[in-house]
């Protein structure tokens, strides 16, 4: 059974910082992994989509790289700014079938 | 703002009622999902409707019944529920079982 932790649980950083949040997954099988932000009481937002022939995506100041052997992913928040306060989940997706497994997720407080 | 739309946004229901969660989605999808979110617990996926029918159903309580009537509509029908029922409900929606999803703003759930 698949399971996915995300270390660690919370996270405060000061505006301007670079932020660094991960993912990590027991069974390296996997179709590929989805980072989405979390606003509070909000649904999900899709940030970045990694397959699982590929190492790294980008998008704007984001940068998700994932290590399929090693089960792992690692999200990169660059210049961090208040507005990126939320809580952010990683998902992998098996290989067969659509069963996302999601892991807790990190909540970040970026402070001003 | 997403093209997935979940009504109500709140809901507090006694154990004894009867109601029902709804989901639009106005993005031409053909699969659609039921996610549960409590605090302190991963996201965790509750069924799965591609081309109106169901392909997943997680070991979920028969006091929660889903129906899918067409390929833009979901709902979640509730009976006889228990406090620890009380979640986040999100729908999400992808073009195709395995593409990515895009989740609604979800139903805050309250059972007294």
């Known amino acids: 059974k698949q399971e996915v932790t995300q270390i660690p649980a919370a996270l405060s950083v000061p505006e301007g910082e670079n932020l660094v949040l991960n993912c990590s997954f027991t069974?390296?099988?996997?179709?590929?992994l989805q980072w989405f932000r979390q606003d509070p009481g909000k649904g999900l937002t899709s940030l970045l989509l990694?397959?699982?022939?590929?190492r790294e995506q980008t998008s704007g100041r984001l940068n998700a790289s994932l290590d399929k052997s090693s089960g792992r992913s690692t999200l990169y928040i660059a210049a961090s700014q208040p507005g990126d306060s939320a809580t952010y989940l990683c998902?992998?997706?098996?290989?067969?079938?659509?069963?996302?497994?999601f892991g807790g997720g990190t909540r970040v407080l970026v402070k001003p | 703002e997403t093209g997935v739309t979940q009504t109500p946004r709140h809901l507090v229901m006694g154990m004894t009622n009867k109601k029902s969660l709804k989901c639009e989605q106005h993005?031409?999808?053909?699969?659609m999902y039921w996610y549960k979110q409590s605090a302190k617990k991963p996201l965790e996926l509750m069924f799965v409707?591609?081309?109106?029918?169901?392909?997943e159903n997680n070991s979920v309580p028969s006091r929660f019944s889903p129906e899918c009537p067409n390929s833009s509509h979901l709902f979640l029908h509730l009976h006889t529920l228990q406090p620890e029922d009380s979640a986040l409900y999100l729908c999400?929606?992808?073009?195709?079982?395995?593409?990515?999803?895009?989740f609604g703003p979800g139903t805050r759930l309250t059972v007294l």
């Open positions: 999400a929606s992808s073009q195709d079982y395995e593409d990515t999803q895009y």
């Open positions: 069974d390296s099988a996997i179709y590929n």
């Open positions: 990694i397959q699982s022939s590929q």
């Open positions: 998902a992998v997706r098996k290989a067969a079938g659509n069963k996302l497994t």
């Open positions: 993005l031409g999808h053909n699969a």
């Open positions: 409707y591609s081309l109106e029918e169901r392909v």
